[in-house]
């Protein structure tokens, strides 16, 4: 057999263009090694590559108890009595909690509406809801005797789609609601609605050649992280608690865990464990709450892992949604109007539902300019699980239906699908349907144009004088097909996602920075509070410190409460925000640094006092290049260490009426092509090769930015081809919760990618980065399904695409 | 749960017979799984691992005798030329690290209609060497599903080997799938053409309550082959017989909707893994007639 050629193409398939705009100006550190704009290595890499690298779930502590929470095995229902009597009775059981055994009056918890409860009171909203925990000294028994406890239910009718929940009979999934959305939402069983009209897309609609229409489905994902979720919480001789926890935002937990614990929040410790990837499905608490409570109960350290099956109730997934979308387009190929709507389904709890909303209706027609637009988004409240933050976050769902419906229009119009888009696309100085003005690079003609320039992989590379290789053919080595009924289609598809917290959310972040001479070298040491999921920070942070400060030497401080927030490990932000919060930082010690130099050395020297200085290769140096002083002689004993906050620009609220405002800071573009072979007649596909193009702005580390380009593509592969969470309309209960029938790609569903790296930088964000985690999981998506629909010449209005939909079966 | 480790194959046939609700365990695949989601906690594991003997093959003169716990891996490696079609399936299991580990055995033991071996072994023609302390049988492939997830076997017994006849002409093997790998099948179908009896046989996985032989199919298509003298003149079989043969398999089977993938659709999909297969060991048959005649 020919040898495979399908997977990653990382050295290969990736490349960083030349950059079309005026590279930013890095003065300090272009003579520092492994600083900004370099590949180095992560320092968890082999750790993890190696299996040595230590995960929440592998904590232990002397004298330990295991948690176990026992889940509701219904989506809705009351609960008519609970007796954990025959659970407290169990030998090895050392504590067993229900709501009533919660210490405080704070009994809720939420990311932004405080509606979840720790335990279920008297009701439970979806299926796997947390009842009651309990704590033993071994797994197996905490296991056990949680399945002792009786819970008597009486069902009640599920709420499981828009037509369920606002019928006008609606049983009301949240009775009494209090939360600042409650006053205008048309339903109370809407968390949040979001219209946002500019222009008459009434009238404009007068002036189109043609109009097309789309209803479309978006399939339940979930992020799938390989760490579940786990923690441990040891009880402190001061009354407090230390959580040693994976998560994505320390101190958002700290924020929800203190109130219900009593405990102010110094008194809670936390403290970052290793995590398994995170994608969204840890901004929301999980065994937090349940560990710190056994503990405190118990006194004693308590552990809590989560098995797979429970990992997926154990987290929020991406909100499955409807979409109904209208364009028109005048004949020339510009676009007249769109007016769409958007139906989230947020399941029983808001987790991040409002913010979803958001951004699914103000990047709700994508990276287009469009003047008449009435767009509008809501998310429902039903019974089906929660769903919250998913990398992507409401502009994933926008972006599959746009996108085909633009494919649509091009058709239509008979334009080729690219050009169409180009005629269409958004630049510099456009204005976004909040009437935002888009003030950075935002080259979309430009990707496209790179992601189609790429050249072709060769057709029916399956073929070979022995015969067909099954594994360059859809179903593989499952040998499905020597190459009957294949077909190859191409598609594309671009993308427009928000970087960083909008709508006016103060999103700073902290860092500490700490310079001084260990064993005769200068150290820098950075200490932030960001969850290092997987996403590089670390790595990152250490190279803005060399860069910053000429060091070789720098330290990670672990991530914990002890130094001031960072914000979320999420909206592509961290690099941006924390990785802004360091150099500042870094910044400010420099300054001291020169400060101290010019007291001790300023008069050896007038550079000191009339030139610019810089730190560089452990010296300071004059921006002509001169040597002052070694920086080991400048600190001598001294330590200079700055904490300091730092904020990107401001941004506002959404109009609640028209969606108008500034909303956003900045913007992240991805394209992408995708060539799929369809085995039309068995409804298998194989993407054979996803290309990326992205504008990342700045690539503070290459080898990064395409990591997180090819594994954002895959992901989107994943819930265009596989990924799905079925939940049953009538139970409203969850039927695949397994890596058994939940598929994500394997290496063998993972195409080439081959990525084309823009860098135009944003003036306002350090370095000129810009967020890059998640564009590529929004254009990968419909780039599949359009090369399907290419392929087949289905209509496909709905991902993921499974085998009966492409054979009509 | 009581944890049994038979040193020999003897030990192991006496703790079965002294605890008859003993699962047995060797690669784990299917066993642990359900362990580890809490869905069987038997009172007794009973460990094979130590039973050396299970991990051996002899090729006989008509067949091989494969033991119960010869990995995946190995029959891929070293019995590709005489079960070409339990070699195809067992590229199919799950991921190399499982392969190395799961052996037929295994399968034949859970009985589950997904089970990637059981469309080879129904074509291929086999029979399931089982024993307990009263003595040893052996049980037709065809007589050995008895239901969902439920065999011939008796309580005091384990399977010991599964002696597949060698082929005697193609053999195919296909499953669908969602994904390129790691996947339980949404439905599988082996063909076996056997050239010295002029008989065909099949096997369809997981498109009926057990796997099972499309016996309808096998028949009209074993007389199309005789009534025009194909076996002999090798010509191409005609579209309307393939097709024939394809919705005759189709119709052999009583599949479900899961969240797999509809019955519809499996129906469908055996079909035209049905016809495609017939089209590559007809290909290969006519292919290898043609050698040998060159040859002579």
């Given at each position: 057999m020919p040898s495979p050629t399908s997977g990653f193409d990382r050295a290969g398939g990736a490349s960083i263009g030349a950059p079309l705009g005026t590279p930013v100006k890095v003065?300090?550190?272009?003579?520092?090694?492994?600083?900004?704009g370099e590949s180095t290595l992560r320092p968890d890499g082999t750790l993890k590559v190696t299996g040595e690298f230590a995960y929440s779930s592998d904590l232990w502590h002397e004298d330990m108890l295991w948690g176990q929470i026992l889940r509701s095995t219904?989506?809705?229902?009351?609960?008519v009595s609970l007796d954990t009597s025959e659970a407290l009775a169990?030998?090895?059981?050392y504590a067993v909690m229900t709501?009533?055994?919660?210490?405080?009056?704070?009994k809720h918890y939420g990311?932004?509406?405080?509606?979840?409860?720790v335990l279920a009171h008297g009701?439970?909203?979806?299926?796997?809801?947390?009842v009651a925990i309990v704590a033993a000294d071994h797994p197996e028994t905490a296991r056990r005797a949680a399945a002792k406890i009786k819970v008597e239910y009486r069902e009640l009718p599920v709420i499981t789609d828009e037509a369920s929940a606002t019928a006008p009979d609606a049983i009301l999934v949240h009775e009494n609601r209090d939360d600042h959305h409650v006053g205008h939402?048309?339903?109370?069983?809407?968390?949040h609605r979001q219209p946002i009209v500019r222009g008459d897309a009434d009238a404009a609609a007068g002036r189109a050649d043609v109009v097309v229409r789309g209803e479309y489905t978006f399939g339940m994902q979930d992020q799938?992280?390989?760490?579940?979720e786990s923690g441990l919480a040891v009880p402190e001789e001061d009354g407090g608690v230390h959580l040693y926890i994976a998560t994505q935002w320390l101190h958002s937990d700290l924020r929800q865990i203190a109130p219900v614990l009593g405990l102010?929040?110094?008194?809670?410790r936390m403290t970052l464990a290793g995590?398994?990837?995170a994608f969204g499905g840890r901004e929301d608490l999980s065994m937090q709450i349940h560990a710190c409570l056994l503990a405190l109960r118990t006194g004693k350290p308590v552990k809590i892992v989560y098995n797979r099956f429970e990992s997926f109730f154990g987290h929020v997934h991406r909100h499955p949604a409807k979409l109904f979308y209208e364009h028109g387009a005048t004949r020339d190929g510009k676009l007249t109007h769109v007016k769409c709507r958007i139906v989230l389904d947020g399941g029983a709890y808001a987790s991040a539902s409002p913010a979803v909303v958001g951004n699914a209706s103000s990047l709700?027609?994508?990276?287009y300019v469009v003047d008449d637009v009435d767009i509008e988004a809501i998310a429902l409240y039903t019974n089906n699980p929660p769903c919250g933050a998913m990398r992507g976050f409401g502009a994933v769902q926008a972006c599959f239906a746009y996108e085909a419906q633009m494919d649509k229009v091009a058709k239509e119009l008979g334009l080729d699908p690219v050009e169409f888009r180009q005629r269409n696309a958004m630049e510099q100085g456009a204005l976004l349907p909040?009437?935002?003005?888009?003030?950075?690079?935002?080259p979309v003609a430009e990707l496209l144009r790179r992601v189609k320039a790429m050249p072709l992989p060769p057709e029916r590379?399956?073929?070979s004088s022995e015969g067909a290789?099954?594994?360059?053919?859809?179903g593989g080595l499952s040998n499905?097909?020597?190459?009957?009924?294949v077909v190859r289609g191409i598609g594309y598809a671009v993308g427009i996602k928000n970087v960083?917290?909008?709508?006016?959310?103060?999103?700073y972040s902290t860092a500490k920075v700490r310079m001084e001479v260990v064993a005769g070298e200068p150290v820098a040491t950075v200490h932030t509070?960001?969850?290092?999921?997987?996403?590089g920070g670390v790595t990152v942070h250490a190279q803005i410190a060399r860069t910053e400060l000429g060091v070789a030497q720098v330290t990670i401080h672990p991530?914990?409460?002890?130094?001031g927030s960072a914000g979320?490990?999420?909206?592509?932000?961290q690099t941006y925000v924390t990785g802004g919060a360091v150099k500042n930082s870094c910044e400010l010690v420099r300054e001291k640094v020169l400060e101290i130099g010019r007291r001790r050395?300023?008069?050896?020297?007038p550079a000191w006092a009339t030139a610019e200085l810089l730190l560089e290769g452990g010296k300071v140096v004059t921006?002509?290049?001169?040597?002052?002083?070694?920086l080991v002689d400048v600190l001598a004993d001294e330590a200079v260490e700055v904490e300091a906050q730092w904020r990107h620009r401001p941004t506002e609220p959404f109009d609640?009426?028209?969606?108008?405002?500034?909303?956003?800071v900045q913007y992240s573009f991805a394209a992408h092509r995708a060539v799929v072979e369809v085995d039309t007649e068995l409804g298998l596909v194989k993407v054979i090769e996803l290309a990326c193009a992205q504008d990342?702005?700045?690539?503070?580390n290459p080898l990064s930015v395409i990591g997180q380009i090819q594994g954002g593509t895959t992901q989107g592969l994943g819930v265009a081809v596989m990924e799905e969470i079925i939940?049953?309309?009538?139970?409203?209960?969850?039927?695949n919760p397994s890596f058994t029938d939940y598929l994500i790609p394997t290496i063998l569903d993972t195409p080439t990618i081959p990525v084309d790296v823009l860098e135009l930088a944003d003036d306002h964000a350090p370095y000129g980065l810009r967020g890059i985690g998640e564009a590529p999981t929004l254009s990968s998506t419909p780039a599949v399904l359009a090369a399907i629909r290419n392929a087949t010449?289905?209509?496909?209005?709905?991902?993921?695409?499974r085998p009966e939909h492409l054979t009509g079966t | 749960m009581d944890f049994l480790r038979p040193a020999s194959w003897e030990e192991a046939l006496a703790a079965k017979a002294e605890h008859p609700t003993a699962v047995p365990i060797a690669g784990g695949t299917d066993v642990m799984v359900e362990i580890n989601f809490d869905h069987r906690r038997p009172e007794y594991l009973l460990d094979l691992?130590?039973?050396?003997?299970?991990?051996e093959w002899e090729v006989g003169q008509d067949s091989v005798r494969l033991g119960?716990?010869?990995p995946y891996s190995r029959i891929m490696e070293s019995l590709r030329a005489e079960l070409p079609g339990l070699a195809l399936a067992s590229h199919t299991v799950a991921s190399p690290q499982i392969r190395n580990r799961g052996g037929v055995g295994g399968n034949l033991g859970t009985a589950?209609?997904?089970?990637?071996a059981h469309p080879a072994l129904l074509a291929a023609g086999a029979e399931v060497e089982a024993e307990s302390v009263r003595g040893s049988r052996r049980i037709p492939i065809d007589a050995f599903y008895t239901g969902v997830k439920r065999n011939?076997?008796?309580?005091?017994e384990l399977i010991r080997a599964v002696h597949v006849k060698k082929a005697d002409g193609p053999q195919q093997y296909s499953k669908v799938g969602?994904?390129?790998?790691m996947v339980i099948a949404v439905c599988a179908f082996g063909l076996a053409l056997h050239p010295e009896t002029r008989t065909v046989r099949t096997g369809i996985g997981s498109a009926a309550p057990t796997p099972v032989r499309a016996r309808t199919a096998e028949e009209f298509l074993e007389a199309a082959l005789e009534e025009d003298g194909f076996w002999d003149n090798g010509k191409i079989i005609t579209p309307s017989v393939a097709k024939q043969f394809a919705d005759l398999c189709a119709a052999a089977c009583n599949p479900i909707d899961d969240v797999r993938g509809t019955a519809r659709y499996r129906r469908h999909a055996v079909g035209v893994m049905a016809r495609r297969t017939l089209t590559w060991t007809w290909e290969s048959y006519r292919g290898a007639r043609r050698a040998s005649k060159g040859a002579a």
């Open positions: 003065t300090q550190g272009s003579r520092t090694k492994g600083g900004v219904v989506a809705h229902a009351e609960i169990t030998p090895g059981v709501y009533d055994d919660l210490p405080t009056d704070v990311l932004e509406i405080q509606d979840t409860p009701k439970v909203r979806h299926h796997g809801e947390p939402v048309p339903h109370p069983n809407i968390v799938a992280f390989l760490g579940p102010p929040e110094n008194k809670v995590v398994g990837g709700g027609i994508g990276p909040t009437g935002q003005r888009v003030d950075s690079p935002a590379q399956w073929e290789d099954v594994r360059q053919l859809p499905t097909t020597h190459g009957e009924g960083g917290f909008s709508e006016g959310f103060d999103d509070a960001m969850a290092e999921v997987g996403q991530a914990n409460t002890e130094v979320s490990t999420s909206a592509s932000r050395f300023g008069s050896h020297h921006d002509g290049g001169e040597v002052l002083a070694d609640l009426r028209t969606g108008q405002g500034n909303g956003h990342v702005g700045k690539a503070l939940v049953d309309p009538k139970t409203a209960k969850v039927r010449g289905l209509e496909l209005d709905r991902t993921p695409v | 691992n130590r039973v050396g003997d299970l991990y119960a716990s010869v589950s209609p997904a089970g990637d011939a076997l008796a309580p005091d969602t994904r390129n790998a």
